[in-house]
């Protein structure tokens, strides 16, 4: 079965730094292209970040930044978010999701998503 | 960066009924459109890609049309479990961008 895992949210301070991580099983992970996308409480989703299959190409939105950067250990099926001076505006869920393949870039798995909260 | 809007922001319709969601870039994106539904407390799931393939596992009761900037979602016959918040997606430029979403309601 295809599935991603999101793990390492939680409650951090602002200016406070946390990362997340995505775990990749049933595909051939380094194949895919990956992506972050935040929802913030009751509000839409937002793009936040995608890396090539082989992570030589990165992308950001631009309210980010610099701040996100986003990796991947193709050797452990794993995607990962860094996130540092953290803001209130980033409280989110925070999802990880698999490109469906090609030249698109829709997302046809996505994980159940990870509680991000920055509050003091 | 392309902005998606959607509308109507809220649809109320009657189970069994035909519902009609529209979404428009503000510049041309091709085909290179998504839609996806949301249910409260779950992750989005892929309806349709590249503006009219339907993903897999996905009823043939959605359907996508439109290309360049004007798109459609369609659902010809409304059931109980597609009542939720459905959104576009552009993918013809960086960044991605996402509409604000239509809510499906009942009737």
């Known amino acids: 079965e295809v599935q991603l895992l999101e793990s390492g949210g939680g409650l951090v301070q602002p200016g406070g730094s946390l990362r997340l991580s995505c775990a990749a099983s049933?595909?051939?992970?380094?194949?895919?292209?990956m992506t972050w996308v935040r929802q913030a409480p009751g509000k839409g989703l937002e793009w936040v970040s995608s890396?090539?299959?082989?992570?030589?190409?990165?992308y950001y939105a631009d309210s980010l930044k610099g701040r996100f950067t986003i990796s991947r250990d193709n050797s452990k099926n794993t995607l990962y978010l860094q996130m540092n001076s953290l803001r209130a505006e980033d409280t989110a869920v925070y999802y990880c999701?698999?490109?469906?393949?090609?030249?698109?870039?829709?997302?046809?798995?996505w994980g159940q998503g990870t509680m991000v909260t920055v509050s003091s | 960066e392309i902005v998606m809007t959607q509308s109507p922001a809220t649809l109320s319709v009657s189970p069994g009924e035909r519902a009609t969601l529209s979404c428009r870039a503000s510049?041309?994106?091709?085909?290179?459109l998504a839609w996806y539904q949301q249910k409260p407390g779950q992750a989005p799931r892929l309806l349709i890609y590249?503006?009219?393939t339907r993903a897999t596992g996905i009823p043939a009761r959605f359907s996508g049309s439109g290309s360049g900037t004007e798109f459609t979602l369609t659902i010809s016959s409304l059931q109980s479990e597609d009542f939720a918040v459905y959104y576009c997606?552009?993918?013809?430029?960086?960044?991605?961008?996402f509409g604000g979403g239509t809510k499906v309601e009942i009737k």
């Open positions: 999701a698999k490109h469906t393949g090609g030249y698109s870039r829709a997302f046809d798995i």
């Open positions: 049933g595909f051939t992970f380094s194949t895919y292209a």
């Open positions: 890396i090539s299959g082989g992570a030589s190409t990165t």
């Open positions: 510049q041309s994106v091709s085909n290179n």
């Open positions: 590249d503006a009219s």
């Open positions: 997606q552009q993918y013809n430029n960086w960044p991605l961008t």
